[in-house]
T-cell receptor, first 114, second 112 residues
Framework: GAGVSQSPSNKVTEKGKDVELRCDPI?????LYWYRQSLGQGLEFLIY????????KSGLPSDRFSAERTGGSVSTLTIQRTQQEDSAVYLC????????????FGQGTRLTVV | GNSVTQMEGPVTLSEEAFLTINCTYT??????LFWYVQYPGEGLQLLLK?????DKGSNKGFEATYRKETTSFHLEKGSVQVSDSAVYFC???????????FGPGTRLSVLP
């Protein structure tokens, strides 16, 4: 597609349930990023995929969070046993690998845990 | 490690005022530098970028110059508008295959 696509745009879930968030990057982009943005806050890095390399998972806040990227394209971020503090906007971005190229962001998934 | 520091604000200005948002970075080598903007209720979008020392990025009346001697990339606009009200993020990216490092963001409010 023309841009980074995320789904769903909004998700309300009950505490303790698992959720899956999807990201479709721009075709041909080898790098994919997940960030979290709490209300009125900055970007919190979660995980970074680059080509076939092992992902950089250093930003995942707990072992309840995991992500995968299948076939070097679509990525899924999974949050198990959701907690209220997981409520935030989850942003996905993609880019080419070259360091001078910018990241393109999706519109985000707003997750609310009730 | 690599890091980006920027004034956190909020910054409140009157329409047509001059804007400066300071950004300094710490990185080895020669990173590329970026400014992103997030308008209310929207996602992040690239505002401008500079990929080597002394480059000037510009877009929509905004400018920023890559200053290696002061490790800075300050964002400026000569005359802000109400529509410029947004959160601005400074970021760097080092080399091929490297991750982005973002600053904490600066919220700008422009009053009519």
């Amino acid at each position: 597609g023309a841009g980074v696509s995320q789904s769903p745009s909004n998700k309300v879930t009950e505490k303790g349930k698992d959720v899956e968030l999807r990201c479709d990057p721009i075709s041909g982009h080898t790098a994919l990023y997940w960030y979290r943005q709490s209300l009125g806050q900055g970007l919190e890095f979660l995980i970074y995929f680059q080509g076939n390399s092992a992902p950089d998972k250093s930003g995942l806040p707990s072992d309840r969070f995991s992500a995968e990227r299948t076939g070097g394209s679509v990525s899924t971020l999974t949050i198990q046993r959701t907690q209220q503090e997981d409520s935030a906007v989850y942003l996905c971005a993609s880019s080419l690998a070259q360091g001078y190229t910018e990241a393109f962001f999706g519109q985000g998934t707003r997750l609310t845990v009730v | 490690g690599n890091s980006v520091t920027q004034m956190e604000g909020p910054v409140t200005l009157s329409e047509e005022a001059f804007l400066t948002i300071n950004c300094t970075y710490t990185a080895t080598g020669y990173p590329s530098l970026f400014w992103y903007v997030q308008y209310p209720g929207e996602g992040l979008q690239l505002l401008l970028k500079a990929t080597k020392a002394d480059d000037k990025g510009s877009n929509k009346g905004f400018e920023a110059t890559y200053r290696k001697e002061t490790t800075s990339f300050h964002l400026e606009k000569g005359s802000v508008q109400v529509s410029d009200s947004a959160v601005y993020f400074c970021a760097l990216r080092r080399n091929y295959g490297q991750n982005f490092v973002f600053g904490p963001g600066t919220r700008l409010s422009v009053l009519p």
